[in-house]
Structure formats: structure tokens, C-alpha cells
């Protein structure tokens, strides 16, 4: 939680300089949530155990092999 604020107040203050009020304040919202969104989708898929390319591609290496 705190770290959210922190970038809340962080974002907010770079994007007052020069934009309109409300623009200010809802910028950082939506970089917090695509934060947030894509979390979430890799948890997901984690918990269900889907692995994106760069996982299976990770896995089916030998080990001390390298591309």
C-alpha cells in the first residue's frame, strides 16, 4: 500500500508540470493499474501452470547449453 501512494504522488507530481488537473490525477492510476493487471494475469497463469514462450524455451535447454 505504501508503495502504491509513493507512486501515485510520484507520477502525480511529474505529470502536474504543464497538464491539466484531472489529467494529473488520473495518469498515475493507470500506470498503477496496468501494473497491477499484469501481475495479476502472471499469477494466474503461474497458478495454473501456463508458461509463456520464454519459459518452455528456458526448460527444454540443456543445462550449460547456450544460443
Do not use: N
Not at 16 to 38: K, T
Request: hydrophobic share 35%; aromatic share 4%.
Amino acid at each position: 500500500m505504501i508503495a502504491t501512494v509513493v507512486s501515485y504522488g510520484h507520477v502525480y507530481e511529474a505529470q502536474r508540470h504543464g497538464e491539466p488537473e484531472r489529467r494529473s490525477a488520473l495518469f498515475p492510476l493507470s500506470v498503477d493499474g496496468m501494473i497491477v493487471v499484469s501481475c495479476m494475469t502472471l499469477l494466474t497463469d503461474a497458478r495454473h501452470g501456463h508458461m509463456g514462450p520464454a519459459g518452455r524455451d528456458l526448460r527444454s535447454r540443456e543445462p550449460g547449453t547456450h544460443r
